[in-house]
């Protein structure tokens, strides 16, 4: 991805500092970039690990690099336990696995007391949580924003937990549970469910909620089962689902479709052998 001013420190950490981030060029939502950010670094890592080729290596290195320097939250929460996830699932000594494990935590260390963007974000994060717990004015942080948002969620699905209230109501039901207690947000910070699961449930009732478990659950044993990079992608999917309203997007519905049932295939090695024909006697 080409980053609006990416290169212009100042406003990164500014930006970052302020819980916004850096608009990409073609206007993607900036968690949908940090997901696919996410995934073409495991994706590259797997092609390192079946071989080891410059271009793969290039590429991870150039998206990780780039995480860090722009930020992204949502990227650098999944990058770092989803790598761990990959590193221990990886055929090697128990020692080597302890020393990377103490690699990355220095690294993390490092990036967090270091690069200025991943700072400013790590500090306002504090900030945000710290005011989330004492109840302060939740306006202009984003944390506290979606906290509020999925709390309200979660109480209208609670309360119609069976059937929901439908795709065409919910809004109607969030915009009434914002009106009745506004948690001392103005109109335009009042935001709508970001959460997939919660969504799901509030909307169309039990049964999205037993087939999003399923769904995901068959997913995630299949990949442990077959240890392959399909667990870390199932993974982040879920992960990126606690955030976000996913699955009503058509962009990552087509992800999904191609990281779940297309992309796992073309990075399997070979099953079958051809074997040479036995010369005729």
Not at 3 to 11: E, R, S, V
Not at 176 to 191: F, V
Not at 247 to 268: A, R, W
């Amino acid at each position: 991805m080409a980053y609006k001013q990416g290169i212009n420190p100042d406003k990164i950490i500014r930006l970052a500092h302020d819980s916004k981030n850096v608009v990409n060029s073609l206007n993607i939502h900036h968690n949908i970039v940090g997901f696919m950010a996410v995934y073409a670094i495991l994706y590259n890592a797997e092609l390192i690990k079946k071989k080891l080729k410059l271009l793969p290596i290039f590429c991870l290195t150039t998206l990780v690099i780039l995480i860090h320097h722009l930020g992204l939250r949502f990227a650098l929460m999944a990058f770092y336990p989803l790598t761990l996830v990959y590193f221990l699932r990886l055929d090697t000594k128990p020692k080597v696995k302890l020393y990377g494990v103490l690699c990355g935590l220095i690294f993390a260390f490092l990036t967090v007391k270091f690069v200025p963007a991943i700072n400013a974000r790590y500090q306002n994060t504090v900030v945000d949580v710290e005011r989330m717990l004492s109840h302060q004015n939740p306006n202009y942080y984003s944390l506290n924003q979606r906290f509020i948002a999925n709390e309200i969620g979660l109480n209208i699905a609670l309360q119609h937990w069976l059937s929901g209230v439908g795709a065409c109501e919910i809004k109607n039901f969030v915009k009434q549970a914002y009106d009745k207690n506004s948690r001392l947000l103005i109109p335009e910070n009042r935001k709508f469910i970001h959460n997939q699961l919660i969504y799901g449930w509030a909307t169309f009732g039990i049964l999205y909620l037993l087939g999003w478990f399923i769904l995901f659950g068959y997913l995630l044993i299949r990949g442990i089962r077959e240890q392959s990079i399909l667990l870390e992608i199932t993974l982040l999917f879920v992960m990126h689902q606690m955030v976000e309203n996913t699955l009503e997007k058509q962009l990552m519905l087509m992800l999904l479709l191609y990281f779940v049932m297309v992309m796992p295939k073309g990075l399997e090695e070979n099953r079958f052998k051809v074997e040479s024909p036995e010369p005729d006697n």
